[in-house]
């Protein structure tokens, strides 16, 4: 069985599944690099939401 890893938001650090609780956290992931990119993977999909022409707000129907 492997170990899930998890981002923690309070602590900026990575946890396993005894750390803070699901609220405070992002993941699961499955390996503690995966874990440690938690924001940046966030910061990358929000900016391809931002810029999807399917979900452009400012768009005239």
Same mark, same amino acid.
């Given at each position: 069985?492997?170990?899930?890893?998890?981002?923690?938001?309070?602590?900026?650090?990575?946890? +396993?599944?005894?750390?803070? !609780?699901?609220?405070?956290? /992002?993941?699961?992931?499955? +390996? !503690?690099?995966?874990?440690?990119?938690? /924001?940046?993977?966030?910061?990358?999909?929000?900016?391809?939401? $931002?810029? $999807?022409?399917?979900?452009?707000?400012?768009?005239?129907?």
């Amino acid at each position: 069985m492997s170990e899930n890893y998890y981002f923690c938001l309070n602590h900026h650090s990575v946890e +396993t599944e005894a750390g803070c !609780k699901a609220a405070d956290r /992002l993941g699961p992931y499955g +390996t !503690k690099a995966e874990a440690s990119r938690a /924001l940046e993977k966030v910061e990358e999909r929000n900016e391809a939401w $931002d810029n $999807d022409p399917a979900w452009n707000d400012d768009r005239n129907d």
